[in-house]
Nanobody
Framework: QVQLVESGGGLVQPGGSLRLSCVASGGTFETYAMGWYRQFPDKERELVAS???????YYTDSVKGRFTISRDNDKNTVYLEMNNVNPGDTAIYYC?????????????WGRGTQVTVSP
């Protein structure tokens, strides 16, 4: 059973930075595609970024140039570096994984971490 645990959320000022982490356990992390999604109030979950097992990264347009997804297979961890954040980035951020490479991993999910961007 694969488990994903996010951390790193919190309150950050507009223009600031935040790094989210997601630690995976119970599977072969290095073979998984991983991703970050976010969910705004009363909206469906949307893909933010994903990274393949070979570290190919995909970003949704609204975060290109501001967010960076990366992975450390030795630590079974995927990161989302968020820079120059704005109030529109306020959401619950979820980590997701998939056993096959895909731009939209969704076999496994974490419980989410809240990110709030506010002065």
């Amino acid at each position: 059973q694969v488990q994903l645990v996010e951390s790193g959320g919190g309150l950050v000022q507009p223009g600031g930075s935040l790094r989210l982490s997601c630690v995976a356990s119970g599977g072969t992390f290095e073979t998984y595609a991983m991703g970050w999604y976010r969910q705004f109030p009363d909206k469906e979950r949307e893909l933010v970024a994903s990274i393949s097992s070979s570290a190919y990264a995909y970003y949704t347009d609204s975060v290109k140039g501001r967010f960076t997804i990366s992975r450390d297979n030795d630590k079974n961890t995927v990161y989302l570096e968020m820079n120059n954040v704005n109030p529109g980035d306020t959401a619950i951020y979820y980590c997701a994984g998939a056993t096959k490479n895909t731009d939209r991993p969704g076999d496994y999910w974490g419980r989410g971490t809240q990110v709030t961007v506010s002065p």
